[in-house]
Every structure is written in structure tokens, then in C-alpha cells.
């Protein structure tokens, strides 16, 4: 780890610590996300090294954040710690809402149109390796604001663990982005999951106002079913029979474009596509980058 000067942290992910640091051959600034290893001695899981090359591979995407090496080392105590090595990026997606978010100001219908096509064509992308994000939200899209472009990061690693209840730090993981399904505990989850988040994202960047702002899981789901309704059997075949199905009170759907005001038609049409309650019914990433929403984008660009 020589060959790196490291400087502040930048940020935290789901597994681990990351540094802005300066690679001293070439002068350019990278990432290093520290990883701890849970197992206790026998040096790197090939579960995690797995997990590592389906990170490689997926960094081929211009929307995911570019691994550029792994790097094995040995701490003070004499146990392994991994350093990821990837490009660094200057702010994140929930930083870049909050900005706007003091000063009042929205963000360009444009802007969020453009984010939204790479945040899709980044998760397709995934989508089409066999690979779930499973905790998209704004803090894990990272972002250049001179060309504002948008990776998703916090990837695949996830994988090598279970989904963890909370941070290595205890701290508490944010429940705004997750898809119904997941509250409900169910077991099988999809793609779709990751689409549900994409769709609290878009609705966030339209108002820079999170759409589902719940603070435990029960607060989480009272959230959507005030504004999408009361799930029941007819619209979300199977939903009563998910593990932590309760009775509820009853809501009617409310107009999803109350909720996005600024929103035109066809941005609704695609958020409510995003935001249907059956996981069957949900649009596919895939197919979310081929709606009309997106007819007046320049792609050439991306
Ligand atoms: C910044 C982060 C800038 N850059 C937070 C951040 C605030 C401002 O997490 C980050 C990263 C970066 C980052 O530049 N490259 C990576 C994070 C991650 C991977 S991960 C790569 O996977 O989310 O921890």
C-alpha cells in the first residue's frame, strides 16, 4: 500500500471505509475502500474473490464505478485486509439532492432525465450479469458534477456476505429505498427490488424530497401504502401469504403525480411503472430505458 498516499475518508460503504488517496507513480487520484475480512485467518475467501471478479467484470459499464485493482495486505495484528482500488469520483447523488435541497432550487427536468437513463442503463447492465444491487439509494450513485455523470458503487461485495441488518459501524441502514416485497420478507426476491429503488430515486430527484422517508419497517411500508394504496390480493396476487403480512389500514391510491408535481406525463407513467406493487408487474430496468420518458434525451453522449 506504499505505492498510495492516502488522504481523508471520503465516505463509508456498506463493508467498509473509503479514502481519497493519490497513487504516488502517476499522480492520479483514486478510491481505496478498505475491506475487513470476517473470517478470522486463512487469508482472502474465495467467496470474496468470487465477488471480486463479478465486481471486474461489471466495471466494464461506463455506470459502474470502475474497480482498477485489488490489493492484498496485511495489517498490524498480522490479519489480511483487502484494498479495492477504483476511480474516484468527486461527490455522491445524495450529496449532489441535498445541494439543491437547501438552496430550493430543483434540479433541471434534464438533469434528472439524464440521470435517470444512466441510472437505468447502469442496473440493466447488472441485471443482465445476474447481478442485484439489492440497496440502491442516493448515497450509493456516485457522480462527476462537470460531467455529470452517474456510477452506481456499494456493488457485488454485498454478495460475498449476507445482507447485513446493520453497518459494520451500527449504524442503521436506510430502509426509504426498499422495495415492498423485502418488507414483507419475502424470500425470492428479484430484479425488481432494484427497480423499486431506481423509482424512489427518480420521484427524490424531481423533488429533492425523499418519496418513502420511513424510519422502521412497519413506518417504511405505512409510507407507500398512503400514497399507493393499501396493497391487496387483487392488485399483488400472493402478498397476504409474505411472512410479515399484517392487517392494515386501508388506504385508497392516491394520484402518483400529487406526489411529483413538477413531473410531466410521461415521467409519471414511467414512475408508476417502477412503483407497482407486484414485482411480476414492475417494468424491467431494461425496458425503463426504452420509454417515452426518455424520446427527448441525447444518448450520444452517454
Ligand atoms: C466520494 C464518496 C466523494 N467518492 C463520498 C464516495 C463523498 C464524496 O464514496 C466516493 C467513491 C469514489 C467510492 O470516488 N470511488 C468509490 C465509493 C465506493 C466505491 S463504495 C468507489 O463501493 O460505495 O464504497
Known amino acids: 500500500m506504499d505505492a498510495f498516499k492516502k488522504l481523508e475518508k471520503v465516505g463509508e460503504g456498506t463493508y467498509g471505509k473509503v479514502y481519497r488517496a493519490i497513487e504516488k507513480a502517476t499522480g492520479k487520484t483514486v478510491a481505496l475502500k478498505k475491506t475487513r475480512l470476517h473470517e478470522d485467518d486463512e487469508g482472502v475467501p474465495p467467496t470474496t474473490l468470487r465477488e471480486v471478479s463479478i465486481l471486474r467484470m461489471l466495471s466494464r459499464d461506463p455506470h459502474v464505478v470502475r474497480l482498477l485493482d485489488v490489493k492484498q495486505a496485511q495489517n498490524k495484528e498480522g490479519k489480511t485486509v483487502l484494498y479495492l482500488v477504483f476511480e474516484y469520483m468527486d461527490t455522491d447523488l445524495k450529496k449532489f439532492i441535498k445541494s439543491h435541497c437547501h438552496t430550493g432550487e430543483n434540479i433541471l427536468a434534464k438533469t434528472v432525465k439524464s440521470l435517470m437513463y444512466q441510472l437505468c442503463k447502469g442496473v440493466a447492465f447488472c441485471h443482465a450479469h445476474g447481478v442485484l444491487h439489492r440497496d440502491l439509494k442516493p448515497h450509493n450513485l456516485l457522480m462527476d458534477r462537470q460531467t455529470m455523470s452517474l456510477k452506481i458503487a456499494d456493488l457485488g461485495l454485498a454478495r460475498a456476505f449476507t445482507l447485513p441488518i446493520k453497518k459494520y459501524t451500527h449504524e442503521i441502514l436506510t430502509l426509504w429505498y426498499r422495495a415492498p416485497e423485502?418488507?414483507?420478507?419475502?424470500?425470492?426476491?428479484?430484479?425488481?427490488?432494484?427497480?423499486?429503488?431506481?423509482?424512489?430515486?427518480?420521484?427524490?430527484?424531481?423533488?429533492?424530497?425523499?418519496?418513502?422517508?420511513?424510519?422502521?419497517?412497519?413506518?417504511?411500508?405505512?409510507?407507500?401504502?398512503?400514497?399507493?394504496?393499501?396493497?391487496?390480493?387483487?392488485?399483488?396476487?400472493?402478498?397476504?401469504?409474505?411472512?410479515?403480512?399484517?392487517?392494515?389500514?386501508?388506504?385508497?391510491?392516491?394520484?402518483?403525480?400529487?406526489?411529483?408535481?413538477?413531473?410531466?406525463?410521461?415521467?409519471?407513467?414511467?414512475?408508476?411503472?417502477?412503483?407497482?406493487?407486484?414485482?411480476?408487474?414492475?417494468?424491467?430496468?431494461?425496458?425503463?430505458?426504452?420509454?417515452?420518458?426518455?424520446?427527448?434525451?441525447?444518448?450520444?453522449?452517454?
Not at 426518455?294 to 453522449?301: A, P
Request: with cysteine; net charge negative; glycine share 4%.
Open 182 to 302: 423485502v418488507l414483507l420478507g419475502a424470500t425470492h426476491y428479484s430484479t425488481a427490488v432494484d427497480v423499486w429503488s431506481v423509482g424512489c430515486i427518480f420521484a427524490e430527484l424531481v423533488t429533492t424530497h425523499a418519496l418513502f422517508p420511513g424510519d422502521s419497517e412497519l413506518q417504511q411500508l405505512l409510507h407507500i401504502f398512503r400514497l399507493l394504496g393499501t396493497p391487496n390480493e387483487k392488485v399483488w396476487p400472493g402478498v397476504s401469504s409474505l411472512v410479515n403480512w399484517h392487517e392494515y389500514p386501508q388506504w385508497s391510491p392516491l394520484s402518483l403525480s400529487s406526489a411529483v408535481p413538477k413531473l410531466d406525463k410521461d415521467g409519471v407513467d414511467l414512475l408508476s411503472q417502477m412503483l407497482q406493487y407486484d414485482p411480476s408487474k414492475r417494468i424491467s430496468a431494461k425496458k425503463a430505458m426504452e420509454h417515452p420518458y426518455f424520446d427527448e434525451l441525447d444518448k450520444s453522449n452517454l
